[in-house]
């Protein structure tokens, strides 16, 4: 019988936003969870998040923006998976994100946005749930 490998989840920090400890804390709890993640480091651009998660064959990339860039960012990497033919990819993001710049962030593309004090059972959840299921369909 064939193991299956975990899901693999890349926890990202674009532009110029040096506040890493909610994309570590994200980062553990879904190790923890049993995921593998891989941590891109701060100030990435779009398109080496992408990258990162074709060449790592990611499920999913968490995008954490606490700089206010957030309608800017997101939806370039949104931009980029579409380009570079990864969109099945689930991308979902987090940081402080005003409620009407997260339903539109949504309608771009974004799968969901957690803000501060979501808890982490939720975003576990959501990852294993909407990563699975992009896992079932691409194998």
Same mark, same amino acid.
């Given at each position: 019988?064939?193991?299956?490998?975990?899901?693999?989840?890349?926890?990202?920090?674009?532009?110029?936003?040096?506040?890493?400890?909610?994309?570590?804390?994200?980062?553990?709890?879904?190790?923890?969870?049993?995921?593998?993640?891989?941590?891109?480091?701060?100030?990435?651009?779009?398109?080496?998040?992408?990258?990162?998660?074709?060449?790592?064959?990611?499920?999913?990339?968490?995008?954490?923006?606490?700089?206010?860039?957030?309608? $800017?960012?997101? +939806?370039?990497?949104?931009?980029? /998976? *579409?380009?570079? !033919?990864?969109?099945? %990819?689930?991308?979902? #993001?987090?940081? $402080?994100?005003? +409620?009407?710049?997260?339903?539109? /962030? *949504?309608?771009? !593309?974004?799968?969901? %946005?957690?803000?501060? #004090?979501?808890?982490?059972?939720?975003?576990?959840?959501?990852?294993?749930?909407?990563?699975?299921?992009?896992?079932?369909?691409?194998?």
């Amino acid at each position: 019988m064939e193991k299956k490998r975990p899901l693999r989840v890349i926890v990202a920090k674009a532009g110029l936003d040096g506040h890493d400890r909610g994309a570590k804390v994200i980062a553990r709890a879904l190790r923890d969870a049993g995921m593998e993640v891989i941590y891109t480091g701060l100030f990435q651009t779009p398109e080496q998040i992408v990258n990162t998660a074709i060449q790592e064959d990611a499920d999913g990339i968490g995008l954490s923006i606490l700089s206010g860039a957030h309608m $800017t960012l997101f +939806p370039l990497v949104v931009e980029q /998976l *579409k380009e570079k !033919g990864a969109g099945d %990819i689930v991308f979902f #993001g987090g940081g $402080t994100i005003p +409620p009407d710049d997260a339903v539109e /962030l *949504k309608r771009l !593309g974004v799968r969901e %946005i957690f803000t501060p #004090g979501a808890p982490l059972s939720d975003i576990i959840k959501f990852i294993e749930r909407e990563c699975g299921k992009r896992r079932e369909l691409v194998g």
